[in-house]
């Protein structure tokens, strides 16, 4: 085969994906930005619990519980999203895919499950908690009110860091081949 038919066959079967590569960075930027955001947020969500229990001061309890109930859900749950908004462009914008690459589809249901449990479990719960925060202010408390606290930044923290390693390991390979029979590059 001469070099001028190599490059036509080439120029002929290289796929096309919908997200041009400038597209691609942008949208990639900010995929992993809320990424760390949502885990910044969980921390803060942490120190918050930690403060919350341990401190020595009422006032200081008080005022964890309080700031808890008041400034993190939202911001989490819009880091949330803007992950999987991107993810998903990402997804159906690429090779990758959506539902092509275990890795991928892994992620995705991650990103659900946890967006689903802060508006299903944690925000219905942070009335209480703020009340109990104005409440340590006033007299004593039954601690077991915030006790189950610890888990959802226990949890969130453990599957942002599996879906973090999930995206830079990238294993266990394709779901099945795609329909057009395209076996994609070589892993990177
Ligand atoms: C659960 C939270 C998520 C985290 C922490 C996360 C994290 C990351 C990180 C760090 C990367 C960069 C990896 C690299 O360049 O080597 C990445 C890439 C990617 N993510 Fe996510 N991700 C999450 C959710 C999602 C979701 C829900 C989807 C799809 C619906 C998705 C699809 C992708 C794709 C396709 C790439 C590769 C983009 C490319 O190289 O063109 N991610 N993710």
Redesign the pocket.
């Known amino acids: 085969m001469s070099h001028n038919q190599s490059v036509a066959t080439t120029v002929r079967t290289a796929p096309t994906w919908p997200?041009r590569p400038s597209w691609?960075r942008t949208v990639?930027v900010l995929?992993?930005v809320s990424?760390g955001a949502?885990?910044g947020i969980d921390v803060i969500v942490g120190v918050l619990v930690l403060t919350g229990w341990f401190a020595g001061s009422p006032g200081t309890r008080s005022l964890a519980y309080q700031a808890l109930a008041e400034s993190v859900v939202w911001p989490m749950l819009t880091a949330?999203l803007v992950?999987?908004a991107?993810?998903?462009i990402?997804?159906l914008g690429?090779k990758?895919?959506?539902l092509r690459?275990w890795w991928?589809a892994v992620?995705?249901a991650?990103?659900?499950v946890?967006c689903t449990l802060i508006v299903v479990v944690l925000q219905p719960g942070m009335d209480a908690v703020a009340e109990y925060g104005r409440d340590l202010l006033t007299g004593p408390v039954d601690d077991s009110r915030v006790s189950t606290l610890f888990f959802p930044p226990a949890v969130s923290l453990t599957?942002?860091t599996l879906?973090?390693t999930?995206?830079?390991v990238?294993p266990w390979g394709r779901i099945k081949r795609s329909a057009d029979g395209w076996r994609g590059s070589p892993e990177?």
């Open positions: 997200l691609r990639l995929h992993i990424a949502w885990l949330g992950c999987l991107t993810g998903l990402l997804g690429t990758w895919g959506l690459y991928v992620k995705l991650l990103n659900l946890l599957t942002l879906a973090t999930l995206a830079v990238k990177p």
